[in-house]
């Protein structure tokens, strides 16, 4: 229950940025260059932390700064935080909060819960993790992240939408970041010779950050000594700062000279910039060297990449400059770069800089960061927040496992309801958050049974989408899973409708018995073949209304034209080639005995067909493999769809095809979609009753494929492809027609 001082309007202008303090640090910089930037566009941003530093330059912009002690983990202060941003939300009116860390985010997840306000993240990095830490993080309605490895990262480690994340970056401003900020006063304040060559490192000088400047410390002696002219600057504070210093001092005491020079905390950021010959660190401080014309050694906490150049921007680019991932940073491998820089002639250091900008003020501007976050705000206050959203339908299938049926199902399913009901909503269970990326519908991991529940209470029908779910040839373990799902649904209050679903085979009587019970208060079933229909029959499901349609991907339409050229010319299709598509899959001890019965058989029919085997992997990771060996028997006669694709690709070029010797359900469907001839490997009943269904009984059982029965079988369906491309063509308008049915039924159904 919201507390009684609800916010009964709340403004879109009115914006507070909450983090845990203004320090020196990358996250501090990004919030107070947002800060600045919404003020620019009309909003009017309230910044919300421990203080610090950079206070006094939000303050001179006008911007509002209140003090709230989010830099610790004391229950004592976390209480104090919460009651100063409670009383701040309320008295403002505050209808937008963006909070910028983890302990922030905990305390102002808490108080939307409350007070109903809208709330945005950004996630600047990638975190330890333990259960605690895990059950204090709150992610909000809508995140931004810097990179895609921190978007990973909330995915991964924390179920976190992958269609409400938005990537964004570190904005740097290029007119304060520049070769001509004036560096010239830092020469006497520093004691450094203007004729010298300088070194600089600024960053925090804490637990998670500056290893940098130990390995800089590391060096000293010997490039000091080497280069009577060289200076390290390290700038920056932090815990470690006592003990870097002291360092430093040793360090000074052996050389005989303050060659390096420890300056503590600045805010004069860009002067240090232009003071450098080379800068050394990672994240936001490198950018802004880059931003300054400067060379930039890329190394730091995260790892090491090395110096900046075109060679290194994919992967600086991966993770924001921060190298995470990377090898770490050694004492070697940053004196060979830091040797090779002072090596190189004056222009080649002038492009080298002149590159370096010009990436960041391609890229990495604060206009495009502000446009993001505007974007995100302009989305959530439109949007629902997730938790009380009301959806059309929740959908579940063998989704997010990169198989091309599957897919076709979701694709077809979703655009096909809402030819019927504009602008359904769903929710779609899938096994990988990131397998839909761009997709209009919503997202839910299908083993996170707690958001799982929430989204089916919250959806007005549950669809079983599609595909053979309903059996335990698999195993009784997904059968149940699938049971459970739907009766969970209908225990919630959601209509369940069975979506041109393959039922069966069911085998074991208690099975049957469950199987029975649960259909049997299902709304409505729709099956995509007739011997679904009879096995409905056989578990005595007779209360929901049972129709006989076609599977939904009948409705999936091909990808263009075009791209079905380049994708077959990349592969090493000539134009007008003759193919006769192949997709197998793997099957229990049958694996080897139908590569070895497709290879010997395609040796001899590539030669009397006069045409090229196309082999296909329709779920990828599965499939290619046995791809591979078949096409490495057949040599030139076999070629291999590498890339990865989507379903219509898969449908477009089947199309392109002759015939197709078909093991994966969906290869079958594609053909007859496209009146492509098909010869059916028949691993299970699926295959035979649609084969059936469709009037097209050419199929070999697994166990009696072996070389001279695929050739047969091959041979009969090529000489005889003409009459049964004409068959199909007919046969397909009626399924076409039929499909349609399923979108139809559950569109009525969401409206009932």
């Known amino acids: 229950m919201r507390d009684s001082t609800d916010i009964e309007e709340p403004s879109g202008k009115k914006v507070l940025l909450a983090l845990m303090g203004l320090q020196i640090g990358g996250a501090e910089t990004h919030v107070v260059e947002l800060a600045c930037g919404l003020a620019a566009r009309g909003y009017e941003p309230v910044v919300a932390s421990a203080g610090g530093v950079y206070v006094g330059q939000l303050e001179a912009r006008g911007i509002r700064h209140v003090c709230a002690p989010m830099d610790s983990r004391d229950p004592r202060l976390l209480l104090k935080a919460y009651k100063i941003l409670k009383k701040l939300i309320v008295e403002e009116q505050i209808g937008l909060v963006h909070a910028h860390a983890r302990i922030p985010a905990f305390l102002c997840g808490r108080l939307q819960k409350r007070l109903g306000f809208r709330f945005v993240t950004t996630a600047h990095g990638v975190y330890k993790n333990n259960l605690i830490l895990r059950l204090m993080s709150d992610w909000g309605d809508f995140s931004l992240v810097i990179s895609d490895d921190v978007c990973d990262y909330l995915v991964r480690e924390f179920n976190f939408p992958y269609n409400r994340i938005k990537l964004t970056v570190n904005g740097i401003d290029t007119q304060r970041y520049s070769p001509d900020a004036d560096c010239s006063g830092l020469f006497d304040e520093l004691g450094v010779p203007r004729v010298s060559r300088r070194i600089v490192s600024l960053s925090r000088l804490d637990a998670d950050a500056g290893q940098q400047a130990y390995c800089l410390l590391e060096l000293a002696e010997e490039l000091c000594s080497a280069m009577p002219d060289v200076y390290i600057v390290i700038v920056g504070g932090g815990v470690n700062f006592a003990d870097i210093s002291a360092r430093a001092d040793a360090v000074n005491a052996r050389l005989g000279r303050r060659a390096v020079v420890m300056t503590g905390p600045r805010t004069d950021a860009p002067r240090f910039f232009t003071f450098a010959d080379v800068f050394v660190n990672v994240g936001r401080a490198a950018m802004e060297a880059l931003c300054s014309a400067r060379p930039v050694i890329l190394g730091g906490m995260g790892g090491y990449i090395g110096l900046f150049g075109p060679d290194k921007l994919e992967a600086a680019m991966r993770t924001n400059f921060t190298c995470r991932g990377e090898e770490p940073i050694s004492a070697d491998k940053l004196k060979a770069d830091i040797q090779r820089v002072f090596a190189m002639e004056r222009g080649e250091l002038q492009r080298l800089g002149e590159y370096g900008r010009s990436v960041i003020s391609e890229r990495y501007s604060v206009e495009r960061m502000v446009d993001d976050n505007i974007a995100v705000y302009r989305r959530t206050l439109e949007d629902e927040t997730y938790n009380e959203h009301k959806f059309d339908a929740a959908v579940l299938g063998y989704f997010g496992f990169s198989n091309s049926g599957d897919d076709?199902?979701?694709?077809?399913?979703?655009?096909?309801?809402?030819?019927?009901?504009?602008?359904?909503?769903?929710?779609?269970?899938?096994?990988?958050?990131?397998?839909?990326?761009?997709?209009?519908?919503?997202?839910?991991?299908?083993?996170?049974?707690?958001?799982?529940?929430?989204?089916?209470?919250?959806?007005?029908?549950?669809?079983?989408?599609?595909?053979?779910?309903?059996?335990?040839?698999?195993?009784?373990?997904?059968?149940?899973?699938?049971?459970?799902?739907?009766?969970?649904?209908?225990?919630?209050?959601?209509?369940?409708?069975?979506?041109?679903?393959?039922?069966?085979?069911?085998?074991?009587?208690?099975?049957?018995?469950?199987?029975?019970?649960?259909?049997?208060?299902?709304?409505?079933?729709?099956?995509?073949?007739?011997?679904?229909?009879?096995?409905?029959?056989?578990?005595?499901?007779?209360?929901?209304?049972?129709?006989?349609?076609?599977?939904?991907?009948?409705?999936?339409?091909?990808?263009?034209?075009?791209?079905?050229?380049?994708?077959?010319?990349?592969?090493?299709?000539?134009?007008?080639?003759?193919?006769?598509?192949?997709?197998?899959?793997?099957?229990?001890?049958?694996?080897?005995?139908?590569?070895?019965?497709?290879?010997?058989?395609?040796?001899?029919?590539?030669g009397s067909l006069g045409a090229r085997a196309l082999l296909l992997p329709m779920q990828y990771d599965a499939d290619l493999p046995m791809c591979e060996r078949i096409a490495a028997r057949l040599g030139a006669r076999a070629l291999v769809l590498r890339e990865r694709c989507g379903s219509d690709v898969h449908l477009g070029v089947i199309s392109r095809c002759e015939l197709t010797l078909g093991m994966r359900l969906h290869s079958i469907i594609y053909s007859a979609s496209a009146a492509v001839p098909c010869v059916g490997i028949a691993y299970e009943t699926k295959i035979t009753g649609f084969l059936e269904y469709i009037g097209n009984p050419s199929m070999l059982p697994p166990d009696g494929a072996d070389g001279a029965a695929v050739e047969r079988a091959v041979t009969d369906m090529w000489q005889r492809r003409d009459e049964v491309r004409a068959q199909l063509r007919e046969r397909s308008e009626q399924l076409r027609a039929l499909a349609a049915r399923n979108e139809a039924l559950a569109a009525e159904l969401m409206g009932e």
């Open 408 to 606: 076709a199902i979701l694709a077809s399913l979703t655009a096909g309801i809402r030819r019927y009901r504009p602008g359904a909503d769903f929710c779609v269970l899938t096994h990988n958050m990131k397998a839909y990326p761009g997709a209009d519908f919503n997202l839910v991991v299908r083993t996170k049974y707690r958001q799982v529940f929430k989204v089916m209470s919250h959806s007005k029908v549950f669809l079983s989408g599609g595909g053979t779910l309903v059996q335990d040839t698999t195993s009784t373990r997904s059968l149940l899973y699938y049971l459970g799902m739907m009766r969970i649904a209908k225990l919630t209050g959601c209509k369940l409708m069975l979506y041109a679903s393959g039922i069966g085979p069911v085998r074991g009587w208690l099975n049957r018995r469950l199987t029975g019970y649960v259909l049997n208060r299902a709304d409505l079933i729709t099956t995509r073949d007739a011997a679904s229909v009879t096995e409905l029959e056989h578990l005595r499901v007779k209360k929901p209304k049972i129709e006989l349609t076609a599977d939904a991907a009948f409705m999936q339409s091909p990808a263009p034209p075009d791209e079905i050229d380049g994708i077959l010319h990349r592969a090493g299709v000539l134009p007008g080639e003759p193919l006769v598509a192949i997709s197998l899959r793997p099957w229990e001890k049958y694996t080897e005995r139908l590569i070895e019965a497709v290879s010997s058989a395609f040796e001899r029919l590539c």
